[in-house]
């Protein structure tokens, strides 16, 4: 059993009692997650998902149908943890968690797992404002693969302190880094190892996303756009994205094209990574780079390997934030001559770390040692996927193999 960074984040108990909200990609390990926990609390019998008509009639039946269990549950272990899976799916949800949180919160610990649709809802009204708090699980990334920790960092750790934390474990996980670029970070292809299981896999997930979650997000009335734009933005990842070019491409309105982008962010399928800027009406006015949560929907291996390692850094960002170390945020810096560095960190609004990734170790550039002393004199690190690669330039410029990074 793979276990998920973000076990040790969500269920602490420093989050005392706040509902657990957990969102993200579909077959993502949510489920999975959720229900590992309640088995290490003996509390599996305090599962139950709203897909199954059992579960539903129950509810009709009678709203508080595991009360009898909270209450056993507490009266030898403690506050009981129960996990409402695709809770969202009924009428007037939040009225529903409301009235339970209210009712059992000093017995009960409630995670609510569910897709995209529970983290669009969520943001609509105000019904459940004070009693949760969101997570977001990401793909599998290295660290967990290999039973590594999660990178750990103190609210004032400058950027170097984390650089010599992940470089201090000699180990090379090559193969596994492969194996990663190969099937992605879902759990299910990657953990199969099977070509064709991925490749049948990989259309299916298109399908389900399309026909089940934006349709029932969005108005969008031709959703084959979305699969035509699933099709064409791989070929643009790891440029700033040009809404006007790939409307062209499609040959429909801009505002199609946006939509339709919209709802692929809303849905997990993508996600944007903006410009630095301090400037913060320059930096709307700039291109976002657009990545897959799937990085193996890039054929071109440069571009698979880079969308990788964003995954990899907003995986680990988005651990940070929710742990409450600061405000993390991954951005790029790309300046007027078009000198571009692929990645960088902000912490708490302050430039913090820079990232370029290569296929092939070399040299780093001399326009990265400029942005790195433009912004403050930060870390530069130059990530490889070859193999067996750490060489140090300086105080402050890394050129490192990931498989050792991650």
């Known amino acids: 059993m793979i276990k998920r960074h973000l076990e040790h984040i969500c269920f602490h108990d ?36 709203w897909d199954l008509r059992q579960t539903r009639d129950k509810y009709i039946q009678d709203p508080y149908f595991f009360e009898t269990d909270i209450y056993d549950f507490k009266a030898s272990k403690g506050p009981a943890w129960i996990c409402l899976d695709e809770i969202h799916k009924m009428p007037k949800w939040k009225n529903i968690l409301k009235d339970y949180f209210d009712k059992f919160e000093k017995e009960a610990r409630f995670v609510i797992t569910g897709s995209a649709r529970l983290d669009w809802f969520r943001r609509s009204g105000d ?13 599998l990334v290295l660290s967990e693969l290999t039973g590594r920790p999660i990178p750990g960092i103190g609210p004032a750790d400058p950027a170097l302190v984390f650089i010599d934390k992940q470089i201090s474990r000699s180990e090379y996980n090559q193969d596994l880094t492969d194996q990663l670029l190969d099937f992605s970070g879902f759990p299910e292809p990657l953990t199969k190892a099977s070509t064709r299981f991925f490749k049948r896999w990989q259309t299916d997930m298109v399908d389900q996303v399309i026909r089940e979650d934006i349709r029932d997000l969005t108005r969008i009335p031709e959703v084959e756009n979305i699969a035509v734009m699933i099709q064409l933005l791989p070929s643009r990842v790891g440029a700033p994205l040009s809404l006007n070019a790939v409307r062209e491409d499609m040959n429909v309105s801009y505002t199609a094209v946006r939509s339709a982008l919209r709802a692929m962010r809303l849905t ?42 964003a995954v990899e850094l907003k995986s ?3 651990l940070w934030n929710d742990s409450g170390i ?9 300046t007027k001559d078009g000198r571009e560095t692929d990645f960088l960190i902000v912490k708490n609004d302050q430039p913090w770390c820079l990232f370029e990734v290569k296929l092939r170790d070399g040299p780093v550039s001399g326009h990265h040692h400029r942005h790195a002393e433009a912004l403050g004199g930060i870390p530069v690190v130059q990530l490889t996927h070859e193999s067996k690669i ?7 410029v890394f050129r490192i193999s990931a498989s050792r990074f991650f």
Not at 17 to 46: C, D, Y
Not at 127 to 139: A, C, D, I, K, S
């Open 14 to 49: 420093d989050f005392g009692r706040q509902m657990r909200f957990i969102s993200g990609p579909r077959q993502v390990g949510k489920t999975t997650l959720a229900r590992n926990f309640l088995e290490q609390k003996n509390a599996r019998h305090l599962y139950f998902n």
């Open 127 to 139: 019904e459940l404002t004070g009693r949760y708090f969101t997570f977001r699980l990401h793909p």
């Open 268 to 309: 997990f399928v993508v996600f944007l990574v903006p410009p630095f800027s301090r400037n913060v009406a320059r930096a709307l006015k700039k291109e976002s780079k657009c990545y897959f949560m799937d990085w193996t929907r890039c054929d071109d291996t440069a571009a698979r390997f880079e969308n990788y390692v």
């Open 316 to 318: 680990l960002l988005g």
């Open 326 to 334: 600061a405000d993390f945020e991954l951005t790029y810096v790309r």
């Open 390 to 396: 750490l060489k140090k330039t300086g105080s402050s």
